[in-house]
């Protein structure tokens, strides 16, 4: 279950408390990726860096990397365990979150990391990844609608809880696309706090780094992109004298276009799971912001006069459908809907009820066809294969699903690889 609150996670960490700087990211959407190009940046400029987000993506532990190596599982549960055992003899009580929170944060310890770029679970400011004191910089996100139940209905009320990470004496960067109620909120905190703030817009950053501009074009990114890797440059400029003396920005830029965060736009191969050579396309978007923003990309980049797109969904329970799905789903497409298993560490996570989901599409006109293959998401990857015939194919509605289609993919292709091993 999710219970917000920093008592119990304060308790846990002043046993070992972090031994490294932090760099600190809460938003709604992106704050994924800026976690990713920072941990990429800083790991390039030789500062032994590492990095927490949730939730994780194939494993439980790869949630945590090292110098952008996920952690070893082994030592993973040693000190999973060694918190469990703290937590137990302490009668705390810790989440599942706190208990992750407090292995990563003893993992950097013992790792001996310079820099910690830590990613907020769920709101800000009584996430457990709050407790976190020697922050160099924060960094805040697009704000959007998710959460609501326990973060607030509006977006003032969710721009609040977020605004909550930010620190006396701490400077922060600030997504300058963000709605303007979003941004009078966090303006408003960074007065009372007395805190420099950098209100980040693309167009203003690239024009003081010709580099990233370039960076831009090559990669030919979508304006959230854009958005998020200008937050995470403008909070580099901020941290580098600090925790990279002697380093320039325009020499760490470069790393950009090599760091992918999977699961966002991401194109991959689906064989030997399915026999498709074509790239199909793995988003996690799971609230209306994201949902928007995949939308803009299918439309711009996949969809073409005379061709649908085929589309697997799922969605976690309590999710607003049309939030959700009317951004992607068009006229003419084909939809296999499924639900994704059960997530390792968040008992708490269900699928949508694939029946409510596929009766939902149904209901939005023009849809070509809709497949219910409950849980079973290697027959629904099979029949979307046919049905495309070769066509766009997109795999969206949340992270859980992208986890279960990365793991069947890579369970599939360690089958292959023991058998070709085995004597013939």
């Known amino acids: 279950m999710i219970e917000l609150g920093l008592s119990r996670i304060s308790q846990l960490v002043q046993q070992s408390p972090p031994s490294w700087r932090a760099i600190h990211i809460a938003g709604t959407n992106g704050k994924g990726s800026i976690t990713a190009y920072l941990s990429g940046m800083l790991t390039a400029g030789g500062l032994r860096c590492g990095r927490f987000t949730s939730p994780h993506l194939i494993d439980r532990w790869d949630c945590i990397t090292v110098s952008e190596r996920a952690v070893q599982e082994s030592l993973f549960r040693q000190v999973e365990d060694q918190i469990k055992h703290r937590d137990s003899r302490l009668q705390i009580g810790a989440t599942e979150f706190e208990l992750l929170t407090a292995t990563a944060f003893e993992i950097f310890n013992r790792e001996r990391v310079d820099v910690g770029v830590v990613e907020v679970g769920v709101g800000g400011r009584l996430d457990a990844t709050n407790s976190l004191r020697d922050v160099v910089v924060s960094v805040i996100s697009k704000i959007g609608l998710d959460h609501q139940a326990l973060l607030g209905g509006s977006i003032k009320e969710i721009a609040r809880e977020k605004a909550g990470i930010l620190k006396p004496g701490v400077p922060c960067v600030i997504d300058g696309t963000n709605s303007p109620e979003a941004l009078q909120v966090l303006e408003l905190r960074t007065q009372e706090l007395g805190i420099d703030a950098i209100l980040v817009r693309p167009d203003e950053v690239v024009q003081s780094l010709p580099a990233l501009s370039r960076t831009f074009k090559v990669l030919d990114l979508e304006p959230h992109q854009e958005a998020n890797m200008s937050c995470a440059v403008a909070a580099l400029q901020v941290a580098i004298p600090h925790i990279l003396p002697g380093k320039q920005v325009d020499d760490l830029l470069p790393q950009l276009s090599r760091i992918h965060w999977p699961g966002r736009l991401q194109q991959i191969t689906l064989d030997p799971l399915v026999a498709r050579r074509e790239p199909v396309l793995l988003d996690g978007a799971h609230n209306a912001q994201s949902a928007e923003a995949l939308g803009k990309h299918v ?10 797109v085929t589309w697997i969904i799922a969605a976690s329970h309590g999710k607003n459908l049309s939030e959700l799905l009317q951004p992607l789903v068009r006229s003419g497409d084909n939809v ?14 269900k699928a949508t009820d694939p029946t409510v989901v596929s009766a939902y599409i149904q209901s939005i006109e023009g849809v070509s066809m809709v497949q219910n293959f409950d849980n079973d998401i290697p027959t629904a990857l099979n029949w979307a294969n046919v049905t495309s015939d070769g066509g766009p194919l997109v795999i969206a509605g949340s992270l859980y699903l992208v986890s279960d289609v990365l793991r069947l993919l890579r369970g599939t292709r360690d089958s292959l690889n023991e058998t070709d091993k085995k004597p013939r």
């Not at 439309?299 to 649908?308: F, Q």
């Not at 059960?342 to 008992?347: K, N, R």
């Open 299 to 308: 439309d711009r980049k996949l969809r073409s006069p005379g061709h649908s």
């Open 336 to 349: 296999g809907v499924v639900a994704f298993g059960s997530v390792d560490g968040m008992p708490w996570v």
